[in-house]
């Protein structure tokens, strides 16, 4: 568990990280450098999910590098599913990171969303249910890794 507290919001006590794969964690369906250290890196404090539409049909694979096990979703409505993954493990307890259009709902539902600009870019939608923006992946690992940091952007 990290727990982080935020002046102007009070205590809050992650225990999920949930990921967005496509666009987040891989580019074209390939798992991005660092990616996989910077997860086994936290595995001890959070629990990690990742949540996947498998646009490029490789998500298995990206399971085994991760040695995790996405959860599928399915067709239609992904935005709605993916909001309603986080607050079934209790959205007050979540770190979401997602960037496109359908993460923004599991942004917005969680007790920090964090958006990540990738090189598929960062739909609006996102950027604005967003509580923090950071200019990668790796950034928003970092956070998590120094909480402080989200403690110093989140204060009000």
């Known amino acids: 568990m990290i727990e982080l507290n935020i002046p102007g919001h009070g205590t809050i006590q992650i225990e999920h990280l949930v990921c967005d794969v496509n666009g987040t964690l891989a580019h074209d369906g390939k798992l991005l450098e660092g990616v996989a250290r910077a997860l086994g890196s936290l595995r001890d404090r959070v ?35 993916k909001s309603e993954y986080v607050r079934s493990l ?10 496109g259009a359908n993460d923004a709902e599991m942004l917005r539902a969680a007790a920090i969303g964090i958006a990540v600009l990738s090189r598929e870019g960062l739909a ?30 989140l204060r009000k």
Not at 52 to 77: E, K, M, V
Not at 90 to 99: F, M, R
């Open 90 to 99: 209790g959205a007050e307890h979540v770190v979401a990171i997602g960037q």
């Open 47 to 81: 629990k990690i999910h990742l949540v996947t539409a498998d646009t490029h049909g490789r998500q298995a694979l990206i399971d085994q590098q991760l040695n995790l096990q996405a959860t599928r979703l399915r067709p239609g409505s992904e935005a709605e599913q």
């Open 124 to 153: 609006t939608a996102a950027l604005t249910a967003a509580d923090m923006v950071v200019p990668d992946i790796q950034a928003a690992l970092d956070l998590l890794e120094k909480p402080l940091r989200i403690v110093a952007t």
